[in-house]
């Protein structure tokens, strides 16, 4: 069953307040023991009054942070949540559950939930695993009785949002997370899972697509050797499909982290550093806007990329799915007509259709257009199909590229045509970075990480968006055109080259 979860704010409160089935599962509440902790309410105040300035997802904060450990239908958790109003009477609250991974404690995340919690959300880590990458039957069932019988039994069950979840899952957890929102969506639970985050996840051709969520968000780590970057790429370009969409659609976003490894995302064998500070950020960043409606750092965190932000480097992909036109998504596997089924004119230029999933070098899942400029004065024009293409309700023209060979690329220019004359060329380096080849964990050696001779070069793509505005008229679009200048004789892949956004969403 494909439910629809895109709804207002009014209609969140409504579902959190609507009268729930009386559930038999589980067993009686615990009372407060030794392992019930407050954050100091001074913390709490300095937190909350820092966070009136603080524009940065990592280090805001509302609240302090309650915790309660508790144990429903066998399962251990635990439950930290937001302490305005006191322990005793917190608010009502989205909730976030969190599953762990293979080899790692269901408390090896607290650094995470603290943040939710400090923001607001009910944070839950509860300890289930899935058999291995492909089998979550069990641990899905635990899990949603686990669910079901906090929200009857738990103290403050009657504050969760039920119908405003989030789900992360780390490693295994991420196969966990994305098998138990499919399973909630069956069987129309009155769960509403909005969006998921999968931390360095495990990825066995089990993608996500609309309708069990609204939104992926994929973090990753290029040195990760128990699960290479290629997990996370495919999981990307796994997950829905890249074709046009009008609400029905996943927003899918990617991060990944230079000089990462897997058991960075925990606090197990890694002290606090930057992957933690990126990832307390991304997450908050994006379920503040799936499960809020909060839109205060999307731009800036989800939809684009933060340069500088910590001194980990960072490469990132976005797909809206709201409102989005697709004028070349290389799917079809033409070289010469596009998704629109316009027509594709190199000139003083080469362009080939490549399968990505089959070259050595890529690390992506999907197809492409492969580029070059044989002159400077090198293009590749992206027609419209019919008399041109109003793109007025959209807000960007969006593409994910990646460079090839050569030196890093500081000289392509993207122009549009609209009613017969071209716009001033729009420089592609002042609205993002061309992701550039650079060494990933290729093989994981016998001691179980990646040496030396363990890494390889790999070419990814990041998502570059301009506004539209940025080219002046756009109501009557006859072609997209990428210019090489002084980039040619480069290669360059380029795929979902799309319209994206919508002039009235957030």
């Known amino acids: 069953m494909k439910t629809f979860k895109r709804l207002t704010e009014s209609s969140h409160r409504f579902l959190a307040?609507?009268?729930?089935?009386?559930?038999a599962a589980g067993c009686a509440d615990q009372g407060p023991d030794d392992l019930d902790l407050m954050e100091p309410d001074a913390t709490a105040l300095q937190s909350a009054t820092a966070a009136m300035t603080a524009s940065d997802p990592s280090s805001h904060t509302t609240n302090g942070w309650?915790?309660?450990?508790?144990?429903?239908?066998?399962?251990?958790a635990r439950i930290y949540y937001p302490s305005s109003g006191g322990c005793s009477n917190p608010p009502h609250s989205p909730m976030v559950a969190l599953f762990r991974g293979t080899g790692f404690d269901y408390a090896d995340y607290n650094y995470l939930l603290k943040h939710l919690a400090r923001n607001g959300y009910i944070a839950v880590s509860i300890d289930v695993l899935g058999a291995n990458a492909s089998n979550h039957g069990a641990a899905v069932d635990d899990a949603v009785d686990f669910l079901d019988a906090m929200r009857t039994n738990w103290t403050h069950g009657s504050k969760i949002l039920v119908g405003n979840v989030g789900l992360i899952g780390h490693s295994r957890g991420g196969g966990t997370a994305r098998a138990l929102a499919e399973e909630l969506d069956a069987s129309a639970s009155y769960w509403g899972v909005r969006g998921i985050v999968g931390l360095a996840s495990t990825f066995s051709n089990d993608g996500i697509d609309f309708g069990a969520t609204d939104a992926l968000m994929v973090l990753h780590g290029t040195d990760d050797a128990d699960q290479l970057p290629d997990k996370g790429f495919g999981l990307y370009d796994g997950s829905d499909s890249e074709g046009s969409a009008l609400f029905n659609a996943l927003d899918k976003s990617m991060k990944l982290f230079d000089n990462t490894v897997h058991e960075q995302f925990s606090e197990r064998y890694?002290?606090?550093?930057?992957?933690?500070?990126?990832?307390?950020?991304?997450v908050l960043a994006f379920m503040a806007a799936h499960l809020r409606n909060d839109y205060t750092w999307y731009d800036d965190y989800i939809r684009n990329n933060p340069q500088g932000w910590t001194a980990k480097e960072t490469f990132g992909q976005f797909t809206d799915g709201v409102y989005r036109t697709v004028l070349d998504n290389g799917e079809s596997g033409s070289s010469s007509t596009n998704t629109m089924g316009g027509s594709i004119s190199p000139s003083s230029a080469s362009a080939f259709n490549i399968d990505?999933?089959?070259?050595?070098?890529?690390?992506?899942?999907?197809?492409?257009m492969r580029v070059r400029g044989s002159s400077t004065s090198g293009s590749v024009t992206w027609y419209t199909s019919g008399s041109g293409f109003n793109a007025n309700a959209h807000v960007a023209l969006s593409l994910r590229i990646g460079q090839v060979t050569g030196s890093a690329a500081s000289d392509l220019t993207v122009q549009l045509r609209n009613d017969g004359a071209w716009s001033t060329e729009v420089a592609l380096d002042d609205f993002g970075v061309v992701a550039q080849s650079m060494p990933m964990c290729d093989a994981q050696n016998a001691s179980g990480n990646c040496g030396f001779y363990d890494f390889t070069n790999r070419t990814s793509m990041t998502t570059i968006r301009i506004p539209l505005d940025e080219f002046g008229a756009h109501g009557d679009v006859e072609a997209?055109?990428?210019?090489?200048?002084?980039?040619?004789y480069k290669y360059f892949d380029v795929d979902n080259l799309a319209f994206e956004g919508w002039t009235a969403a957030p």
Do not use: W
């Not at 307040?17 to 559930?23: E, Q």
């Not at 309650?66 to 066998?74: E, N």
């Not at 990505?356 to 492409?368: D, P, Q, W, Y």
């Not at 997209?480 to 040619?488: E, P, S, W």
């Open 270 to 282: 890694s002290a606090t550093g930057d992957t933690q500070t990126m990832t307390k950020g991304y």
């Open 480 to 488: 997209v055109r990428l210019r090489f200048n002084g980039d040619a």
């Open 17 to 23: 307040c609507a009268t729930l089935p009386i559930l």
């Open 66 to 76: 309650c915790l309660h450990k508790r144990r429903y239908s066998g399962t251990r």
């Open 356 to 368: 990505l999933a089959n070259n050595a070098t890529s690390v992506h899942e999907t197809r492409a």
